[in-house]
């Protein structure tokens, strides 16, 4: 089995910023592409941002400039740091991991529950 834990989500006022945490743990061997998907009420989900395992990022347009990607590969974890938030950034963040797990040695995206992200105007 391989879970995604995901935290740092909460309400913050426009312009302000908040930093979201996912973790990946179980049996895994290897993790390739790791990432945030969002989806806001009546809305498809979205990518936000995705990061390999050599660090290179890909960011939606709309989040570039303000939304930051990293990764520590050690730990198992992809951090998300959001500034300059916006009312329409509130989403449901979900972070996503392709990964090689432990016991079969085959790729899978796994996902996490979803954290709430609510930004006010």
């Known amino acids: 089995q391989v879970q995604l834990a995901e935290s740092g989500g909460g309400l913050v006022q426009a312009g302000g910023s908040l930093r979201l945490s996912c973790a990946a743990s179980?049996?895994?061997?290897?993790?390739?592409?790791m990432g945030w998907y969002r989806q806001a009420p009546g809305k498809q989900r979205e990518l936000v941002a995705q990061i390999t395992g050599g660090g290179s990022t890909n960011y939606a347009d709309s989040v570039k400039g303000r939304f930051t990607l990293s990764r520590d590969n050690a730990k198992n974890t992809v951090y998300l740091q959001m500034s300059s938030l916006k009312p329409e950034d509130t989403a449901v963040y979900y972070c996503t991991a392709v990964v090689s797990r432990s016991d079969s040695l085959r790729w899978a995206n796994y996902w996490g529950q979803g954290t709430q992200v609510t930004v006010s105007s």
């Open positions: 179980g049996s895994i061997f290897s993790i390739n592409v």
